[in-house]
């Protein structure tokens, strides 16, 4: 439900990287050269996607919040609900405890991002 508003950013988002990407040199060349339009596509896409991962882990976050704001809004039982609740009763440990899930789920996608980095694009190698 959270990630529904966010669809339409990453189809403008993907779209108009596409259409940058039509452009490029190796485009050009792949379609010159006779490759079929959906391995061409393929290629495109994959350098196409890129900042599209970049954004998808940085709204992860953002996606966290909202959470916590719809599940207090619908009375959903859930981390959210336990976080109004603990700040509501000032239970400092449980805020602090839902902060640390919080920010090592930000780590967990920013490292996931970096791992599809290198399967997306070939010139990212890690040493």
Excluded: C, W
Excluded at 24 to 40: C, F, M, N, Q, W
Excluded at 66 to 89: H, K, R, S
């Amino acid at each position: 439900m959270l990630a529904v508003t966010q669809a339409a950013f990453y189809t403008r988002m993907v779209r108009g990287n596409m259409l940058e990407v039509q452009g490029e040199d190796y485009i050009r060349t792949a379609r010159a050269k006779g490759l079929p339009e959906r391995s061409v596509i393929r290629h495109a896409l994959r350098s196409a996607l890129t900042p599209v991962v970049t954004m998808y882990g940085l709204d992860l976050g953002i996606l966290m919040g909202g959470a916590i704001i719809t599940e207090a809004i619908f009375n959903i039982p859930g981390i959210g609900g336990l976080v109004v609740d603990a700040i509501q009763d000032a239970n400092f440990p449980v805020i602090m405890g839902t902060t640390l899930v919080a920010s090592f789920a930000v780590i967990a996608a920013n490292l996931v991002v970096d791992i599809i980095y290198a399967s997306l694009d070939p010139r990212v190698t890690y040493s």
